[in-house]
């Protein structure tokens, strides 16, 4: 008998970043994040609606420095991989940018970023639950009106900026480390 999902592999694709917690480094991922992870964008286009996996995403923590690349229930890790960097590389090198960075899907990806955080603080326990969490991190309140200021400055440039500098690394064989688990039935045990 077969256990639903012991066909997929999943995949951590991991580079160090030094940034602080809501600096405007921060928010830039933060929205770079927003925008990778778009079903309806050109990278979800990329691999979940080719079938190469269910989930992909993009994560950076402060706290831990690190980004990751994430791929997961992938019925072909190595495509999924493949055709992700393939996309990012496109981009990179293209002439025409604007092809992959839509001004709508920017706007929708900041609109992301605003309502979570808007989300965070819109009542007394979450503001609580905030402050509580950053005082145990040793990290700063967020400036609410600072961070909604870096949002609205956010534009195609920065995205790109975020992609040469730090994203392109998640997909060169030379400076990232990459786990993956692999298909249960591919588990060789002894």
């Not at 917690?21 to 979940?48: C, E, N, P, S």
């Not at 990179?92 to 605003?114: G, I, R, W």
Request: net charge negative; aromatic share 10%.
């Amino acid at each position: 008998m077969k256990v639903p999902g012991e066909e997929t592999s999943y995949m951590i694709s991991v580079i160090p970043v030094s940034h602080s917690l809501y600096d405007t480094l921060d928010v830039k991922m933060l929205v770079f994040h927003a925008w990778f992870g778009q079903l309806d964008g050109l990278v979800g286009k990329q691999i979940r609606g080719k079938g190469l996996a269910y989930h992909y995403f993009l994560k950076s923590s402060a706290f831990d420095g690190i980004l990751e690349f994430q791929l997961q229930q992938s019925t072909d890790i190595k495509a999924a991989f493949a055709a992700t960097k393939e996309f990012m590389n496109k981009m990179l090198l293209s002439v025409n940018k604007n092809e992959y960075l839509d001004e709508k899907h920017l706007q929708l990806a900041k609109n992301q970023v605003l309502f979570s955080l808007v989300d965070g603080i819109n009542s007394s326990l979450k503001v609580a639950f905030r402050d509580i969490k950053n005082i145990h991190s040793k990290e700063a309140v967020p400036d609410v009106m600072k961070i909604i200021s870096d949002l609205n400055e956010i534009d195609r440039h920065d995205m790109l900026d975020l992609i040469a500098t730090y994203h392109c690394n998640l997909y060169d064989d030379n400076s990232l480390k990459i786990y993956t688990v692999p298909p249960f039935s591919e588990v060789q045990i002894g």
